[in-house]
């Protein structure tokens, strides 16, 4: 109701009388449940013998939830209980209540590292230490964003950023993090890189030695377990836990959640999202969260075991259907009744004192409305713009359905602006920009005059700040089609393509990738809706996906089909990617396959789904099928892609000379994919002997990973120089290498790289005449091969025990290895060229040169075999 208010006392003139009035109708009993929820919640927190935030498996008492239909008042309902709780506090002259408020339908609201960040800049507030929270998230961040700094992150979002900044968050978390890491570490600006790796180690070698928080249980766990978004979402439990520790100033700090549009995360068909949120609620014991949304949630019922953690009566007492009087629970928020209406109405705009709207008109918006805030809402926007024409309403201005009050809201605009609301009502989001871009006919008054039109809400924490209610635009839509001028299906086609066309436009190289997502998100619905698609979409779609973000693209889309078949095959390609980032490869060439047979093999969607096609295959050990799809992407819009794993399919295949041609050719789009380059040349010349070839090209890869502080990068970079070094029996070389790459792995777990070291450290062994150590080099490699599924592994073993075999004289049992290598490599299809390097040690290069012409060796096999046969000496 304030902007309706606000623009009426502006619009009705200095010689008005009506005077505009912020209304909140008296929703008594919801009002009284927050206040008893509230109390009831800290009342068993002080009672309690063993803390909830200890004691998990108690049930949860600290969720409220009120729900109803779309226009019922749920957010204004939040909004009013979050300023009493603060200004009740505020006027008894405590500073200890701290409110977070989050709007589940923003775009990355429910993303876990921004939820959790928003909170924990909230309880701020009450203070600069939470110690078990920071220094977990910086062990995190170091390890899940090498070469980002999280201060890079805090300043990308701007709901993170306002949040922040508000209580100093960057400071308060470096002073946390200073208490355990030397300064010269660089605090918080320097959780990038290097500095992050000495951030980690740091926390966890305290960790371990039992000298940093060893009170808080879990603590130790959390820092060590795997960087991902499955431990991140476990981290509430460290702020509850600090939560607990703040100093008290005679009595328990409040805090309160307000999670509004809930309904957005049951909705969708994948409930990982809620499944982490609901983490935080569970974990968080000791926070009232009050849930606002259009459904009851059903976390009490027992068919969601499986899709959420935390489910049951058990864990959730209060919020199961049988429970109609203990607080908090479960609320359905209803229609007003006549009265509450009837108050809403007359306090809205009143003249010296008394009610502007006369009762008659009074009485015919609360018929028709039935109670719907939203309706009467727009009746005050229509009786305004009646006075702001210098007439005088009638009772036959007002009442009918909600489509008809949507309809005359329509007529009440200039001609221009029913193009601009129309508009609005196609996309969920919106800013002036877009307006512009849906109707470049009009001029930039008319869209800046539009954007203060009360029925449009802001928000400056989107990229796209302007929205109209869900409701009001379904019945915009409806009404439309009633209008003189209302417009066609075509007209709202041709508008829609042309705003996702210009989404599209904004989606460019140096856009965010919170842009991205956002943009994404708003044309998918565009796409669905109306029938539309553009090739950004697909592109947008492969950068988040390579930048890590594929378990949020087109979460909330519903399931329904569309009539186009490249809106149908996207979607298709971000499931395809979900199952086979999983472990589910067969599952991702099935819905991959059949989404590729329905388009046209040349248009950008269908190259995408095929280049994901090809990586399930791929997973799915068809190297074969595979590489016949990258061949066809060459030229395409993913010819980079295509055309690097189309090399390392040729390298695997002991097509040296054809990969190391194509590579030298190759043009890199950015440092990683030069990286990538680079790396590919060195195994080629390390598999032919050329030892120094192989060193300078990873030595390259490794400096350019550490200029651009990408971690993972140099880690696997470091592993494949060592396997050079140790053919040379360079042991000092290949320590220094595995030790570097070993520490970069903490911060970024790779197991396939720890296999590979290990394999190096068992080579040099053997050429340097350690038996014994190579021994057991060979048993750990083939041990942390088994425990990851890595059966390449075990060709790097055999390798290693071959060479040390040979080298104490028993041709037997490195002939019958050699016969397992053999074996092995055929069935796979790649590393064939093992088998003439090792025979090379048994027989001598001569003997073997001529066997094997299908590998292509870079200067022929005599060359090539005669230096591996060095290694050794020829027999």
């Known amino acids: 109701m304030a902007r309706v208010n606000l623009r009426a006392a502006f619009m009705s003139g200095m010689e008005s009388t009506v005077a505009a009035q912020q209304v909140f109708t008296n929703r008594t009993n919801e009002v009284t449940a927050f206040g008893r929820s509230l109390e009831a919640l800290h009342r068993r927190l002080d009672e309690a013998p063993i803390s909830p935030v200890v004691d998990r498996a108690q049930g949860r008492r600290n969720v409220l939830t009120f729900y109803g239909v779309g226009g019922i008042g749920k957010t204004t309902l939040s909004h009013e209980l979050e300023r009493r709780f603060l200004a009740d506090a505020q006027a008894e002259g405590h500073d200890d209540a701290v409110s977070v408020r989050v709007d589940v339908a923003e775009e990355g609201a429910t993303d876990i590292e921004t939820l959790l960040l928003r909170l924990r800049a909230g309880l701020g507030q009450l203070g600069d230490r939470w110690p078990a929270f920071d220094l977990a998230l910086a062990s995190y961040w170091a390890r899940a964003h090498p070469g980002e700094a999280l201060q890079e992150f805090l300043d990308a979002s701007p709901a993170v950023r306002r949040a922040s900044r508000n209580v100093g968050l960057s400071e308060q978390m470096a002073a946390s993090i200073s208490q355990v890491v030397p300064?010269?570490?660089?605090?918080?600006?320097?959780?990038?890189?290097?500095?992050?790796?000495?951030?980690?180690?740091?926390?966890?070698?305290?960790?371990?030695?039992?000298?940093?928080?060893?009170?808080?249980?879990?603590?130790?766990?959390?820092?060590?377990?795997?960087?991902?978004?499955?431990?991140?979402?476990?981290?509430?439990?460290?702020l509850a836990w600090d939560l607990e520790r703040q100093p008290r100033r005679g009595r328990r700090p409040r805090v309160c959640v307000f999670l509004d549009t809930f309904e957005v995360l049951g909705g969708r068909p994948d409930r990982t999202a809620e499944r982490f949120v609901?983490?935080?609620?569970?974990?968080?014991?000791?926070?009232?969260?009050?849930?606002?949304?259009?459904?009851?949630?059903?976390?009490?019922?027992?068919?969601?075991?499986?899709?959420?953690?935390?489910?049951?009566?058990?864990?959730?007492?209060?919020?199961?259907?049988?429970?109609?009087?203990?607080?908090?629970?479960?609320?359905?928020?209803?229609?007003?009744?006549?009265?509450?209406?009837?108050?809403?109405?007359?306090?809205?705009?009143?003249?010296?004192?008394?009610?502007?709207?006369?009762?008659?008109?009074?009485?015919?918006?609360?018929?028709?409305?039935?109670?719907?805030?939203?309706?009467?809402?727009?009746?005050?926007?229509?009786?305004?713009?009646?006075?702001?024409?210098?007439?005088?309403p009638s009772v036959q201005d007002f009442g009918?359905?909600?489509?008809?009050?949507?309809?005359?809201?329509?007529?009440?605009?200039?001609?221009?602006?029913?193009?601009?609301?129309r508009t609005a009502a196609l996309i969920d989001r919106l800013d002036a920009d877009l307006l512009r871009a849906g109707q470049p006919a009009l001029p930039d008054g008319s869209v800046a005059r539009f954007l203060r039109r009360p029925f449009l809400t802001h928000d400056d924490a989107h990229e796209l700040p302007y929205s109209l209610h869900l409701a009001l635009r379904s019945a915009i839509k409806e009404a439309d089609r009633g209008l003189a001028d209302g417009w066609s299906h075509r007209d709202r086609q041709e508008v829609a393509a042309r705003l996702l066309r210009r989404l599209g436009e904004r989606v460019g190289p140096t856009a965010s990738r919170a842009?991205?997502?956002?943009?994404?998100?708003?044309?998918?619905?565009?796409?669905?809706?109306?029938?539309?698609?553009?090739?950004?979409?697909?592109?947008?779609?492969?950068?988040?996906?390579?930048?890590?973000?594929?378990?949020?693209?087109?979460?909330?889309?519903s399931d329904t089909a569309t009539g186009v078949p490249e809106f149908t095959a996207i979607r298709a390609a971000i499931r395809g990617v979900q199952l086979r980032r999983t472990g589910r490869a067969q599952a991702a060439v099935?819905?991959?396959?059949?989404?590729?047979?329905?388009?046209?093999?040349?248009?950008?969607?269908?190259?995408?789904?095929?280049?994901?096609?090809?990586?399930?295959?791929r997973n799915h050990g068809d190297y074969t099928g595979a590489a016949a799809i990258y061949r066809d992407l060459l030229g395409g819009e993913f010819d980079g892609a295509a055309s690097y794993w189309l090399c390392d399919y040729d390298y695997l295949g002991g097509r040296f000379a054809t990969a190391l041609a194509t590579l030298r050719e190759r043009h890199s789009r950015d440092a990683a994919d030069e990286g990538e380059r680079l790396r590919l040349i060195g195994h080629v010349w390390r598999v032919n002997a050329r030892f120094a070839e192989a060193t300078a090209a990873?030595?390259?890869?490794?400096?350019?990973?550490?200029?651009?502080?990408?971690?993972?990068?140099?880690?696997?970079?470091?592993?494949?120089?060592?396997?050079?070094?140790?053919?040379?029996?360079?042991?000092?070389?290949?320590?220094?290498?595995?030790?570097?790459?070993?520490?970069?792995?903490?911060?970024?777990?790779?197991?396939?790289?720890?296999?590979?070291?290990?394999?190096?450290?068992?080579?040099?062994?053997?050429?340097?005449?350690?038996?014994?150590?190579?021994?057991?080099?060979?048993?750990?490699?083939?041990?942390?091969?088994?425990?990851?599924?890595?059966?390449?592994?075990?060709?790097?073993?055999?390798?290693?025990?071959?060479?040390?075999?040979?080298?104490?004289?028993?041709?037997?049992?490195?002939?019958?290895?050699?016969?397992?290598?053999?074996?092995?490599?055929?069935?796979?299809?790649?590393?064939?060229?093992?088998?003439?390097?090792?025979?090379?040690?048994?027989?001598?290069?001569?003997?073997?040169?001529?066997?094997?012409?299908?590998?292509?060796?870079?200067?022929?096999?005599?060359?090539?075999?005669?230096?591996?046969?060095?290694?050794?000496?020829?027999?």
């Open 183 to 238: 300064s010269e570490v660089g605090g918080l600006a320097g959780l990038a890189h290097r500095a992050a790796l000495g951030t980690y180690r740091a926390i966890r070698d305290r960790v371990r030695e039992g000298r940093l928080l060893a009170d808080c249980e879990l603590f130790a766990e959390l820092v060590e377990a795997d960087a991902d978004y499955e431990t991140l979402s476990f981290f509430p439990y460290l």
């Open 590 to 617: 099935d819905a991959l396959t059949d989404a590729a047979a329905a388009l046209p093999p040349t248009s950008v969607t269908a190259q995408l789904v095929r280049l994901h096609l090809a990586h399930a295959l």
């Open 278 to 392: 609901q983490r935080c609620v569970y974990l968080m014991p000791n926070v009232l969260y009050v849930l606002t949304g259009r459904n009851r949630i059903d976390w009490a019922d027992g068919h969601t075991s499986g899709e959420l953690d935390f489910t049951g009566p058990e864990r959730w007492p209060q919020l199961h259907f049988d429970n109609d009087s203990a607080e908090p629970r479960q609320h359905l928020v209803g229609y007003l009744s006549d009265s509450d209406a009837d108050s809403y109405l007359r306090e809205a705009l009143t003249r010296g004192g008394e009610p502007a709207m006369p009762a008659a008109v009074r009485e015919r918006i609360i018929s028709g409305g039935g109670g719907l805030p939203l309706y009467l809402d727009l009746s005050v926007s229509h009786f305004v713009e009646l006075l702001a024409r210098g007439g005088q």
């Open 400 to 421: 009918g359905s909600f489509t008809a009050v949507a309809a005359r809201s329509i007529r009440d605009l200039s001609p221009e602006e029913r193009h601009l609301v």
């Open 515 to 557: 842009a991205t997502a956002q943009a994404l998100e708003s044309g998918l619905r565009l796409a669905a809706d109306h029938g539309i698609f553009d090739d950004w979409m697909a592109l947008a779609t492969q950068r988040l996906v390579m930048a890590g973000q594929w378990m949020e693209v087109g979460a909330g889309l």
């Open 698 to 875: 990873y030595r390259e890869a490794i400096e350019l990973a550490r200029g651009h502080g990408l971690a993972a990068a140099e880690a696997k970079a470091l592993a494949n120089l060592a396997q050079t070094a140790c053919w040379s029996g360079e042991t000092a070389t290949v320590t220094e290498a595995a030790a570097h790459a070993r520490a970069l792995l903490d911060l970024v777990p790779n197991p396939v790289e720890l296999v590979k070291i290990r394999s190096a450290e068992a080579v040099v062994a053997a050429v340097a005449g350690g038996q014994d150590a190579a021994r057991q080099a060979v048993e750990d490699t083939r041990r942390l091969a088994d425990s990851i599924g890595y059966r390449g592994g075990h060709n790097l073993a055999d390798v290693a025990e071959i060479l040390l075999r040979v080298r104490a004289g028993d041709q037997e049992g490195a002939h019958r290895l050699r016969s397992d290598l053999d074996a092995r490599t055929r069935a796979s299809g790649g590393n064939t060229y093992w088998v003439p390097v090792v025979s090379s040690w048994l027989a001598g290069a001569e003997a073997v040169d001529h066997h094997h012409a299908d590998i292509e060796w870079v200067d022929g096999p005599a060359a090539a075999l005669g230096r591996w046969a060095a290694v050794v000496g020829s027999p």
